[in-house]
């Protein structure tokens, strides 16, 4: 194989996970119409259409899904052995790629890799913050966050932050309007502030336990959105009832922004881990990386 297919492939991958061109000419540093070119001459190198065009979309032919289902297991295995050879260095360097929400990428990850980055200027990071869950194997990321609750069981997950718990809450001069709700069941009579999230495929069913009783409530409102911070906004704002995570709502409520309620309605659970794959070979830097995020009480 010549050297020029490896950046051809490299430049199909790209295209056909992203789905699009602008995407994977960013991803790559390069311009559209030179990414567009290198497929085209991939494509009549082989003989075969690899990706359908529309003005709207970019999809992987069946010729295409077969050549990227090879390509992935060969390119990761040789990222794993170009992070390997990291090893032999002085001091860990290399890229690492990590996918989270953009909350967690701003409270959570940037706050450690601030402190830990300056004395290791050889390692890179690429940290994407996005809403929706992702496979981070096929998106090439490092590592992943979510709740512990949702990490797959072939996943090593390490904690990056404390137990969460859920908080419904609204701004005073909306309970000014609107009695607080004593049950979920009251939140029918209520404004409330819904939670779409493109993993859900629809709205958020409000979560409630008590006394071993689980409640999962449906509710109503004029408003919803796919971020917490957006809830915690329009809540203040006296727009109706917010359901969002503790570390989204414990400072508007210190600060008497917002009122909580149902708290006896919604117990702790597993909060924040970043999770890799079990067979992922660890460079020093990601290793370096895993220990700097790691939550200790």
Known sequence: MRRQDFGELNAFMAVAEERSFTRAAAKLGTSQSTLSQT?????????????????????????????????????DGIDSQLA???????????VVRINATEHV????????LRRLLPDYPDIEIELTGQSALTDIVAGRYDAGVRLGELVDKDMIAVR???????????????????PP?????????????????????????WEFEKDGRELRVRVDGTLAFN????????????????????????????EGRLIAVLQDWSPPFA????YYPSRRQLSPAFTLIVEALRYRD
């Open 39 to 75: 497929l085209q001459r991939l494509e009549a190198r082989l003989g075969l259409r690899l990706v359908t065009r529309t003005t709207r979309s970019v999809a992987p032919t069946e010729a295409g899904e077969r050549l990227l289902e090879t390509l992935r297991p060969a390119f």
């Open 271 to 274: 909060g924040y881990h970043l």
């Open 181 to 205: 709700p004593r049950t979920p069941h009251d939140l029918a009579q209520h404004a409330c502030i819904n939670l779409r999230l493109p993993s859900l495929g629809g709205l958020y069913a």
């Open 227 to 254: 971020e917490g911070r957006m809830i915690v906004a329009a809540a203040i704002d006296g727009f109706g009832i917010g359901y969002v995570t503790n570390d989204y709502a414990e400072q508007p409520v210190a």
């Open 160 to 178: 990056i932050g404390p137990p969460l718990r859920m908080m419904a809450v609204a701004s005073p001069s909306y309970f000014a309007r609107s």
């Open 84 to 94: 390997a050879l990291t090893r032999l260095r002085d001091k860990p360097a290399g």
């Open 105 to 112: 990428a701003e409270t959570v990850i940037w706050p450690a």
